[in-house]
Nanobody
Framework: QVQLVESGGGLVQAGGSLRLSCAAS????????MGWFRQAPGKEREFVAA?????????YYADSVKARFTISRDNAKNTVYLQMNSLKPEDTAVYYC????????????????WGQGTQVTVSS
Protein backbone atom coordinates (compact mmCIF):
# COMPACT_ATOMS: atom_id res chain seq x y z
CA GLN A 1 0.00 0.00 0.00
CA VAL A 2 0.92 3.64 -0.37
CA GLN A 3 0.48 6.38 2.22
CA LEU A 4 -1.48 9.42 1.02
CA VAL A 5 -1.77 12.94 2.43
CA GLU A 6 -4.12 15.52 0.93
CA SER A 7 -3.76 19.28 1.17
CA GLY A 8 -5.09 22.43 -0.44
CA GLY A 9 -8.63 22.48 0.84
CA GLY A 10 -10.26 25.58 2.24
CA LEU A 11 -13.06 28.11 1.97
CA VAL A 12 -13.72 29.73 -1.39
CA GLN A 13 -16.55 31.74 -2.90
CA ALA A 14 -18.69 30.32 -5.66
CA GLY A 15 -16.96 30.73 -9.01
CA GLY A 16 -13.54 30.51 -7.44
CA SER A 17 -10.79 27.94 -7.78
CA LEU A 18 -8.77 25.61 -5.59
CA ARG A 19 -6.05 23.09 -6.29
CA LEU A 20 -5.89 19.99 -4.15
CA SER A 21 -2.69 18.01 -3.82
CA CYS A 22 -2.17 14.45 -2.69
CA ALA A 23 1.35 13.45 -1.76
CA ALA A 24 2.20 9.76 -1.77
CA SER A 25 4.94 7.86 -0.03
CA UNK A 26 6.91 5.05 -1.60
CA UNK A 27 8.87 4.47 -4.75
CA UNK A 28 6.07 2.81 -6.69
CA UNK A 29 3.71 5.78 -6.98
CA UNK A 30 3.81 5.79 -10.75
CA UNK A 31 2.43 2.24 -10.86
CA UNK A 32 -0.81 3.28 -9.13
CA UNK A 33 -3.87 4.71 -10.73
CA MET A 34 -5.10 7.59 -8.59
CA GLY A 35 -8.58 8.80 -7.85
CA TRP A 36 -10.34 11.64 -6.10
CA PHE A 37 -13.59 11.08 -4.25
CA ARG A 38 -15.72 13.38 -2.12
CA GLN A 39 -18.28 13.11 0.63
CA ALA A 40 -20.75 15.86 1.38
CA PRO A 41 -22.57 16.05 4.72
CA GLY A 42 -25.31 13.47 4.91
CA LYS A 43 -24.34 11.91 1.59
CA GLU A 44 -22.38 8.90 0.50
CA ARG A 45 -18.87 9.25 -0.80
CA GLU A 46 -18.81 9.65 -4.58
CA PHE A 47 -16.34 9.44 -7.41
CA VAL A 48 -14.92 12.71 -8.74
CA ALA A 49 -11.96 11.97 -11.02
CA ALA A 50 -9.29 9.39 -11.77
CA UNK A 51 -6.04 9.14 -13.70
CA UNK A 52 -4.40 5.98 -14.92
CA UNK A 53 -0.99 4.77 -13.80
CA UNK A 54 2.39 5.58 -15.30
CA UNK A 55 1.99 8.48 -17.74
CA UNK A 56 -1.63 9.05 -16.77
CA UNK A 57 -2.78 8.88 -20.33
CA UNK A 58 -6.45 8.34 -19.56
CA UNK A 59 -8.60 10.55 -17.37
CA TYR A 60 -12.05 9.90 -15.93
CA TYR A 61 -14.50 12.44 -14.52
CA ALA A 62 -17.88 12.44 -12.90
CA ASP A 63 -20.43 14.24 -15.05
CA SER A 64 -20.94 16.82 -12.32
CA VAL A 65 -17.35 18.06 -12.55
CA LYS A 66 -16.51 17.64 -16.24
CA ALA A 67 -15.09 20.79 -17.83
CA ARG A 68 -14.56 22.32 -14.38
CA PHE A 69 -12.11 19.95 -12.66
CA THR A 70 -8.80 18.62 -13.98
CA ILE A 71 -6.84 15.73 -12.53
CA SER A 72 -3.12 15.42 -13.18
CA ARG A 73 -0.07 13.69 -11.75
CA ASP A 74 3.61 14.40 -11.32
CA ASN A 75 5.39 11.09 -10.81
CA ALA A 76 8.70 12.82 -10.04
CA LYS A 77 7.00 14.46 -7.05
CA ASN A 78 4.82 11.49 -6.11
CA THR A 79 1.85 13.81 -6.24
CA VAL A 80 -1.58 13.87 -7.83
CA TYR A 81 -3.53 17.10 -8.22
CA LEU A 82 -7.12 18.14 -8.61
CA GLN A 83 -7.56 21.58 -10.12
CA MET A 84 -11.08 22.78 -9.36
CA ASN A 85 -12.46 25.78 -11.25
CA SER A 86 -15.88 27.43 -11.33
CA LEU A 87 -16.65 25.99 -7.93
CA LYS A 88 -20.26 25.70 -6.82
CA PRO A 89 -21.77 25.39 -3.34
CA GLU A 90 -22.70 21.80 -4.19
CA ASP A 91 -18.98 21.01 -4.49
CA THR A 92 -18.70 21.45 -0.72
CA ALA A 93 -17.40 18.18 0.70
CA VAL A 94 -14.45 16.39 2.20
CA TYR A 95 -12.21 15.37 -0.68
CA TYR A 96 -10.21 12.16 -0.53
CA CYS A 97 -7.50 10.84 -2.76
CA UNK A 98 -7.03 7.12 -3.23
CA UNK A 99 -4.69 4.72 -4.98
CA UNK A 100 -5.34 1.49 -6.81
CA UNK A 101 -3.61 -1.12 -8.94
CA UNK A 102 -6.97 -2.29 -10.26
CA UNK A 103 -8.66 -1.19 -13.46
CA UNK A 104 -12.06 -0.11 -12.12
CA UNK A 105 -11.23 3.53 -11.64
CA UNK A 106 -14.63 4.93 -10.74
CA UNK A 107 -15.46 2.38 -8.04
CA UNK A 108 -14.50 3.05 -4.43
CA UNK A 109 -14.12 -0.64 -3.77
CA UNK A 110 -11.23 -0.78 -6.24
CA UNK A 111 -9.07 1.48 -4.12
CA UNK A 112 -7.07 0.09 -1.21
CA UNK A 113 -5.16 3.16 -0.04
CA TRP A 114 -6.90 6.34 1.12
CA GLY A 115 -5.87 9.69 2.47
CA GLN A 116 -7.42 11.36 5.49
CA GLY A 117 -9.35 13.90 3.43
CA THR A 118 -9.32 17.67 3.05
CA GLN A 119 -12.33 19.94 3.51
CA VAL A 120 -13.53 22.11 0.65
CA THR A 121 -16.24 24.64 1.42
CA VAL A 122 -17.79 26.78 -1.31
CA SER A 123 -19.86 29.72 -0.15
CA SER A 124 -22.67 31.20 -2.22
Amino acid sequence: QVQLVESGGGLVQAGGSLRLSCAASGRTFSSYAMGWFRQAPGKEREFVAAITAWSGGTLYYADSVKARFTISRDNAKNTVYLQMNSLKPEDTAVYYCAATTNNYYTSQSSYDSWGQGTQVTVSS
